[in-house]
């Protein structure tokens, strides 16, 4: 299970060359009474798994990441979403802790979702694979764990989405984790950011090539897909830092179909997002995202009142598309019922993807709200 | 040149019935050296014009707007656009000014714009239509301001685009008008607003009916169109405002394509938006949007020397489309060069759309504004 820094990658805080692996399992039954069976997880890890199988930490991706969270792919220049963080002793330090990190359900990066191949039809199941929930993803991740002979995840930690997954383990599995990292998400999506995905879905159904999911690999709704990445990318960023990046600078390249720098910029992004992603997946994982809801206030409270890890919740003062208010929500109703929690408002001028960029800041509170768990107050921020 | 209410409408406070009438003129040279010929302007005026020609107001409307701003057309059940300002005893009081609106050069609404047809082909210009300024709809306003004999208008007022244009006749024509009334608008875009606009323009023209711009009108790219307002829709209302509205509910039709209230109202306002506007216009004017620009700072205030008339600048908290910052500059700039500029930032929670809404505030601000004219400084709120 350990993992050893390649020569090419001579970082000594990298965790170096990983690869994507596979984990194959009989079964899993969805929320809705659906099976998936076979069950794949794809899925990468980090650093050692302790003898007593007390260290492992699942770090959960968002809407469009994957299981490849920290060090790089053989030839690959970029490391994984979330390398920042994750490394010997960064945030999640890899010298001390096991790290678990895996593609959700419903997506289409290894994991089983509208790409897998039916035994039945010997085709890519499309858009008639079955509707997946964020509970569902987290209980694909607690058969992937326990396979592990894991009993207790010492963190779950996420953003985003991840963050909804890391907060929903609480949820599910209180039992099965000792701390709970959510960043820059919520505890339900606002008609805002149904709306902001409602669109993006829209765009996939408006696509010629649609055909209601059942397209071809050399036939996909690309434009469709392109259309909602451009506008969710739009939501992921904050004025502020779109007017550093770009301003009204005239655009580099795509001059013929936009007048400026944050137009090609996003034409850029949607165009090289169509070629990493599916548009059945994007659905399916943005419905997830919508249809998740643990409530506010009240039925908040009631939500979480099983809950018993201590929890970090992190927002942004410029993540406008998760607003902070959406963390308070959480962090009112853990602290109404009595459960340890360090909130944390970041001034971070990113916007909602701030999660996954670098900060000092941001490395050194996760690491000593980790490193402090025998405190059950925690250290106090902000 | 004055209106009577009709029988039909009865409401003492409204205009009553009426209708757009077209006002052609020989030309108008753009500022990028091409020429409109003719030059046709809908516009439609409310109240009477004085013997001395001195309380004439121009009301400019906003993206998606028309000449046609206060009262009935024949047999229609909604008034006119600014209908809650315009009337008898509203801000806009039609028995003390006489108004005049009219639909932008670029626009579909009547004036010169994509859809007008060609004298050289017989077909309508769509795609070929010259590029069209906000500072070319303004002199489009100007050659009909002065085509009733009005040397000085009274005042110019508007909002979001309909606010830019009343700016920019205090720079283009600072003699010709005594009181300027910005609402919800900018000096110029910034990077995120040009992103909303780009991803719309991206939709249309990713349909598959675009053909360059130069579709027919039984093939246009309505989808293209729908989706760039169902985004667009969203930028134009507050998170507070959706989540009264439409929460987290189930869909109201279109079940079959979306799973929420939020969604289902975006599809309809999409697919009735297709049925008023053309996809060209939409092109066009968006771009007018995104190329405005008079500057920040220093060359913002450099741009309003020459400004003569007084100003009333009104943001509102909720509208993070064209948020409060951008007011303000506008207001320092204005307070740089000593002229008289009343601020008001209001706390309506409907977001960008707010200037249209019914809001007693927000009539008697307006009111008051253009009454106490004699005073330079004008009334002191908030």
């Known amino acids: 299970m350990s993992t050893t820094a390649s020569s090419e ?6 965790v170096g060359i990983v690869e994507t ?3 194959r399992f009989d079964s899993l039954t969805l929320d809705n009474g659906e099976i998936i069976s076979p069950l794949e997880i794809a899925y990468e890890t980090y650093g050692t798994l302790s003898e007593k199988k007390d260290n492992a930490i699942l770090v959960c991706h968002a809407l469009s990441g994957d299981a490849h969270a920290a060090g790089f792919h053989e030839g690959d220049k970029r490391p994984g979403w979330w390398d920042f963080y994750i490394g010997p002793d960064k945030a999640f330090d890899t010298d001390k802790y096991f790290i678990i990190s895996s593609n959700v359900i419903g997506g289409c990066k ?8 039916s035994n039945a039809t010997n085709k890519a199941y499309r858009s008639s694979f079955p509707f997946v929930s964020i509970a569902d993803m987290v209980r694909a991740q607690e058969i992937l764990v326990s396979s592990f002979g894991i009993e207790t995840l010492f963190a779950v ?9 890391a907060l929903q383990w609480s949820v599910a599995y209180p039992e099965k984790m000792k701390n709970c990292i959510v ?8 008609a805002q950011q149904i709306a902001f995905n409602e669109v993006g879905r829209q765009a996939i159904l408006a696509d010629p090539n649609w055909n209601n999911g059942m397209y071809e690999d050399d036939t996909k709704p690309a434009k469709g897909l392109a259309l909602a990445r451009m506008m969710g990318h739009i939501t992921y960023l904050s004025d502020e830092m779109m007017r550093d990046k770009f301003g009204r600078k005239p655009p580099k390249g795509n001059i013929q179909t936009t007048d400026f720098a944050v137009g090609s910029y996003l034409i850029y992004q949607g165009e090289s997002f169509v070629d990493r992603f599916d ?9 997830a995202l919508d249809h998740y809801s643990l409530g506010t206030g009240k039925e908040l409270t009631k939500a979480l009142s099983g809950v018993k890890c201590r929890f970090l919740v992190v927002a942004y003062t410029s993540d406008w598309l998760y607003p ?3 963390s308070e929500e959480i962090v009112k109703s853990l602290e109404v019922n009595a459960i340890p929690v360090i909130f944390v408002e970041l001034n971070n001028p990113a916007g909602h993807d701030s999660f996954l960029l670098q900060s000092e800041e941001q490395d ?6 980790l490193e402090f768990t025998d405190d059950p107050d925690g250290v106090i921020y902000g």
């Open 110 to 117: 290894g994991s089983s979702g509208p790409l897998t191949i």
């Open 157 to 165: 930690a996420g953003g985003s989405m991840g963050g909804m997954q």
């Open 183 to 190: 960043m820059a998400s919520t505890a339900e999506h606002s």
């Open 21 to 23: 692996k596979i984990a």
């Open 324 to 326: 902070p208010y959406q």
């Open 364 to 369: 050194s509170i996760i690491k000593d709200f």
């Open 279 to 287: 548009a059945n997946s994007y659905i399916y994982v943005t419905k």
């Open 9 to 14: 990658h001579k970082d000594p805080q990298s």
